[in-house]
C-alpha cells in the first residue's frame, strides 16, 4: 500500500493516525465538559496564581 | 545571507515583543482575573508541543530514521497516543487538580508536597538539576549542527554562537512571559515542517513513486548495518536484532514512555483553569504534534532516496557517519535559500522554546526544590532569587561544556538518555501518587531511588551504548558490557521502569500510610 510493502510499517502509519483520530474524537466528544467549579476553587486558584506570579518575578 | 539576517531579525523582535507582552500580562493577579480565566485551547496546545519538540525531535530523531528507516514512525504514535492522550487525560487532569490543591508550583514540588516528603523533592530537583543540561545540550547541538552545515563554519563556533543567542534570551527575560512566544515558536515550526514533508515527497517524485524508490535502496544497505537486522528503509528491523532492540527500546520507548516524565511538560498542566481547557487543547495538540514528529521521521528516511538518486549515496554516507548531519545537508543541498534560512529560524524557535522549558526546570529545581525545601526546610528568603539564577547559569555552562565535550551523532541518544531517566526515576512514584491513596512515601521515596539506581548501573555496566563510551566497565572488567546480545541492547528503561513499579507497590504495602489529612487534601478536587 502506497508503495510500502512491509507490515511493521503500514501498521506504524496506521496506528500513529487511530491516535491522532482517538485525540480528535475525545476532545470534540469532551468539549464542553469539564468546567465545573468546585466551592473554594476560585480562592484556591487565586492564591495559587499569587505564588505563581512571584515565582516568575525571581526568574531572571 | 541576507534571507538569514533578515529572518533571524523579524523572528528575535517578535519574540521578543511577545515575550514582554505575555510578560506584562501576568504580573498581577488582576489582570489574571480579567483575563476570563480561560486558555485558548490552541495556546495551551502550541506551548505545550513547542516545549516538548526540540531540535532533538527534528535533527537527532529525524537523522536516526535516515539510518534505520520509517520504523521510527512509532515513535510519532507513541508521541500522539502517549504523549498527548495518556499524558492529558490520565496524568494531565489530575495532575491539574492536585496541583492546586496541594500548592504545587513544580514537578517534584508536586512529588515532595503529594507524598509529605522533602527529600523527595530535594532529590527530584537534583536530578533535573544534574541531568537535564544533557537534554539542553542535545537541543543545541541540534542546531548548531544545522548552522555548521549553513554557513560553513566549525561546529564548535556555531555551538559558542548560538548559546550565547540562547543564554541572552533566558537571562534576560526570556523564562517570562513564554505563552505568547511559544505559539509563534510552534506556528513556525508546524508551517515549516508541513512545507518539508510536501517538498520531500515532491523532490522524490511523489508518495508512491518516494517509497517504491525507498524500499529499492534495500540492496545499498551496508553490510554491517545488514548483519545487525536492518531489512531496509521501508522496513522494520529483524524482530530481536540488535538494531531492532536499539530502535524499539531507545529511540522510540525510551522518549514515548519517558515524555510522562518530563517535568517541564508535567508542570504544564498545573498552569490550566479547568478540564475543559486540556480537553479541547488535545485534538490541537495531536494535530501539532503528527505534523512536526510525522513529517521529521519520514522526510529522515526519504533523505536516502534524494541524496542516492543526486549523489549514488547513503544519507549516512553524505553526512560521513555523523547522524545529526543528515537534515542539515539534505535541507542545505536540495532546497532553495531563503527556505534554509527559514528552516534555521524554525529550529531556532524548537531550540529557544524548550531551552525556555528547560532552564525554568533547572532554576525552579535548585531555588525551590533543593535549596528552600531540602536545605532550608521550607522557609523562603530572599536570597532565593540569587539561588534560581545561579541554578540557570550552573544550567547553561553545563549545557556548554557538555556540547564541546559530547561526540558525533548524540542528539537523539542524549534525548533518549534523559528521557529515560526521567521516565525511570519519576513515572512510578507519579502515577501512583495521582491514583493510588495507599501509596507510602516509603514506596516513593523507594521506587524513585531504584529507578535512578538501576537506570544508572544499566548504563555504566550493561547497556553498550554508554557503558562502552564511559569505559568504566571496561576499566574493572576488562569487557565493554557484562552481559551479551540482547541484553546489552535493552534500554535502561525498559528494566528500571518496571522493577520502580513493583518497588513502590511492596514497600508501599509493608509501610506505614501517610498521614490522613495529606491524602485528604491531595485529592480534594478528585
Known amino acids: 500500500m502506497l508503495g510500502i510493502a512491509d507490515l511493521g510499517i503500514l501498521l506504524g502509519y496506521l496506528f500513529t493516525a487511530l491516535a491522532f483520530l482517538l485525540c480528535l474524537f475525545y476532545g470534540v466528544m469532551k468539549w464542553k465538559k469539564g468546567y465545573d467549579e468546585k466551592d473554594g476553587d476560585y480562592r484556591e486558584e487565586i492564591k495559587w496564581e499569587r505564588e505563581e506570579i512571584e515565582l516568575i518575578e525571581r526568574l531572571p | ?526
Not at chain 2, 530535594?122 to 538539576?129: E, M, N, Q, R
Not at chain 2, 542535545?138 to 555551538?159: D, Q
Not at chain 2, 555552562?397 to 558525533?408: K, W, Y
Request: glycine share 10%; aromatic share 14%.
Open chain 2, 1 to 526: 545571507m541576507v534571507y538569514l539576517i533578515v529572518f533571524v531579525l523579524i523572528y528575535l523582535l517578535i519574540t521578543i515583543y511577545l515575550s514582554y507582552l505575555g510578560y506584562r500580562r501576568t504580573v498581577t493577579v488582576s489582570d489574571y482575573l480579567l483575563a476570563g480565566r480561560q486558555m485558548h485551547p490552541v495556546v495551551m496546545a502550541m506551548g505545550y508541543v513547542s516545549t516538548a519538540i526540540s531540535t532533538s525531535a527534528i535533527i537527532g530523531f529525524g537523522g536516526i530514521s535516515g539510518v534505520y528507516g520509517l520504523g521510527l514512525i512509532w515513535l510519532a504514535f507513541l508521541n500522539i497516543f502517549v504523549g498527548i492522550w495518556v499524558a492529558y487525560v490520565l496524568f494531565g487532569k489530575r495532575t491539574r487538580k492536585m496541583g492546586k490543591a496541594l500548592d504545587a508550583h513544580t514537578f517534584p514540588e508536586l512529588l515532595g508536597r503529594r507524598y509529605d516528603s522533602r527529600f523527595i523533592q530535594g532529590f527530584s530537583g537534583l536530578v533535573i538539576l544534574f541531568f537535564m543540561p544533557m537534554y539542553a545540550a542535545a537541543v543545541l547541538i541540534g542546531i548548531s549542527r544545522f548552522v555548521e552545515v549553513y554557513l560553513e563554519v566549525p561546529f564548535a563556533t556555531a555551538l559558542l554562537g548560538f548559546s550565547l543567542i540562547s543564554a541572552c534570551y533566558v537571562l534576560w527575560g526570556g523564562l517570562k512571559g513564554v505563552l505568547y512566544t511559544s505559539v509563534f515558536q510552534g506556528t513556525i515550526m508546524i508551517v515549516v515542517m508541513i512545507i518539508l514533508g510536501v517538498s520531500t515527497y515532491m523532490l522524490g517524485g511523489g508518495i508512491l513513486e518516494a517509497h517504491s524508490a525507498l524500499a529499492s535502496l534495500t540492496s545499498v544497505v551496508p553490510d554491517a548495518l545488514r548483519t545487525a537486522g536492518h531489512q531496509g528503509f521501508a522496513s522494520m528491523p529483524v524482530p530481536g536484532s540488535p538494531i531492532w532492540w536499539y530502535v524499539i527500546t531507545t529511540m522510540i520507548m525510551g522518549v514515548g514512555i519517558g515524555v510522562l516524565g518530563q517535568p517541564q511538560l508535567s508542570v504544564r498542566f498545573m498552569t490550566v483553569k479547568s478540564d475543559q481547557e486540556l480537553h479541547r487543547s488535545i485534538p490541537f495538540a495531536a494535530f501539532f504534534y503528527v505534523s512536526i514528529t510525522g513529517v521529521a521521521f519520514t522526510v529522515g528516511a526519504l533523505t536516502n532516496v534524494i541524496f542516492y538518486t543526486h549523489y549514488g549515496k547513503l544519507a549516512i554516507d553524505v553526512a560521513q557517519g555523523n547522524i545529526d548531519k543528515i537534515i542539515p545537508l539534505f535541507v542545505d543541498a536540495f532546497f532553495p535559500q531563503w527556505f534554509v534560512a527559514l528552516f534555521l529560524v524554525t529550529l531556532m524557535a524548537a531550540a529557544m522554546s524548550t531551552n525556555s522549558g528547560q532552564f525554568h526546570a533547572l532554576g525552579t529545581s535548585l531555588s525551590r526544590d533543593f535549596f528552600e525545601q531540602a536545605l532550608l526546610r521550607g522557609r523562603s528568603l530572599a536570597e532565593t532569587t540569587v539561588v534560581t539564577r545561579i541554578g540557570i547559569v550552573f544550567g547553561i555552562v553545563a549545557t556548554l561544556f557538555l556540547g564541546f565535550v559530547l561526540p558525533q551523532s548524540i542528539v537523539a541518544i542524549a534525548t533518549a538518555f534523559f528521557f529515560g531517566l526521567c521516565g525511570a526515576t519519576f513515572i512510578p512514584a507519579y502515577l501512583f501518587g495521582l491514583y493510588w491513596r495507599r501509596g507510602t512515601k516509603a514506596g516513593a521515596k523507594a521506587s524513585m531511588l531504584c529507578g535512578f539506581v538501576v537506570s544508572l548501573l544499566w548504563m555504566l555496566f550493561f547497556h553498550e551504548q554508554e557503558s562502552k563510551a564511559l569505559g568504566l566497565c571496561k576499566a574493572l572488567f576488562g569487557r565493554d558490557s557484562l552481559t551479551g546480545l540482547p541484553l546489552s541492547m535493552i534500554d535502561p528503561q525498559i528494566i528500571a521502569l518496571p522493577i520502580g513499579f513493583v518497588v513502590f507497590v511492596v514497600v508501599s504495602l509493608l509501610t506505614a500510610p501517610i498521614r490522613e489529612e495529606t491524602v485528604r487534601k491531595a485529592f480534594r478536587h478528585i
